[in-house]
């Protein structure tokens, strides 16, 4: 099993940054892509930004150019940095990992909270 840990949400003022970290843990070898999911109040979850296992990215039209997805295999850490932040970007951030073996596991959520 996958466990994911997310840390580095927080408070920050429109135009700010932040960058989340997300931890794997356990039988991480079959991971395949690791992404970021936001999910504001009353609205559904939504993909933010995924990266593969070999690097490539894909981003949502609403944060490309202001945020960047990274991976450090060694560590098995996936990281999202978000520069130029503004208050829509507000929300619960949860990463994901996906694999054959893995299967969809999320982690519990970081809330990040852009203030105007």
């Known amino acids: 099993q996958v466990q994911l840990v997310e840390s580095g949400g927080g408070l920050v003022q429109a135009g700010g940054s932040l960058r989340l970290s997300c931890a794997a843990s356990?039988?991480?070898?079959?991971?395949?892509?690791m992404a970021w999911y936001r999910q504001a109040p009353g609205e559904q979850r939504g993909l933010v930004a995924q990266i593969a296992a070999r690097g490539g990215a894909y981003y949502a039209d609403s944060v490309k150019g202001r945020f960047t997805i990274s991976r450090d295999n060694a560590k098995n850490t996936v990281y999202l940095q978000m520069n130029s932040l503004k208050p829509e970007d507000t929300a619960v951030y949860y990463c994901?990992?996906?694999?054959?073996?893995?299967?969809?596991?999320w982690g519990q959520g970081t809330q990040v909270t852009v203030s105007s």
């Open positions: 994901n990992a996906k694999g054959f073996v893995t299967g969809d596991v």
């Open positions: 356990g039988s991480t070898a079959g991971i395949l892509f």
